[in-house]
C-alpha cells in the first residue's frame, strides 16, 4: 500500500523558512519521480516542483523559483522541500505526490498517489 506523510508546515512571518519533508512507504521510492503541489483556499491545486528519480534532474514552477528547492533522499525514502523567504501568498496546503512514468511534472495528471498535505501559512 502506498503511502506518503507530508510534515514541517507551520504559521511563519513573511522571510521565514521551513522546510518540509515527504516520508513514503508502500513502493521502491527510488524508480518514481516526486512532485510538490500546493492548494490555497479557493484555487485550483498547482505545481510547485519536482524531482527525477535519480534526483539529478528537477522542474520548478517560476513563482517559486530562486526560493524553493526540492531534494530526495533515497536511503531515507524521503523527498524534501526546503522553503526561504516566505511570502504570504505561499500559503496553501502542501501535498506531495508520486508520479507516473512517461508523463509531463508539471501536470497534477502525472501523479497517481498523494499523501494527506501539510498546512503552511505565511503571516505579514
Known amino acids: 500500500q502506498v503511502q506518503l506523510v507530508e510534515s514541517g508546515g507551520g504559521l511563519v512571518q513573511a522571510g521565514a523558512s521551513l522546510r518540509l519533508s515527504c516520508v513514503a512507504s508502500?513502493?521502491?521510492?527510488?524508480?518514481?519521480?516526486m512532485g510538490w503541489f500546493r492548494q490555497a483556499p479557493g484555487k485550483e491545486r498547482e505545481f510547485v516542483t519536482a524531482?527525477?528519480?535519480?534526483?539529478?534532474?528537477?522542474t520548478i514552477a517560476d513563482s517559486v523559483k530562486g526560493r524553493f528547492t526540492i531534494s530526495r533522499d533515497n536511503n531515507k525514502n524521503t523527498v524534501y522541500l526546503q522553503m526561504n523567504s516566505l511570502k504570504p501568498e505561499d500559503t496553501a496546503v502542501y501535498y506531495c505526490?508520486?508520479?507516473?512514468?512517461?508523463?509531463?511534472?508539471?501536470?497534477?495528471?502525472?501523479?497517481?498517489?498523494w499523501g494527506q498535505g501539510t498546512q503552511v501559512t505565511v503571516s505579514s
Open positions: 508502500g513502493f521502491t521510492f527510488n524508480t518514481y519521480g
Open positions: 505526490a508520486r508520479k507516473r512514468s512517461g508523463n509531463s511534472y508539471i501536470d497534477l495528471r502525472s501523479y497517481d498517489n
Open positions: 524531482v527525477s528519480w535519480s534526483g539529478v534532474s528537477t
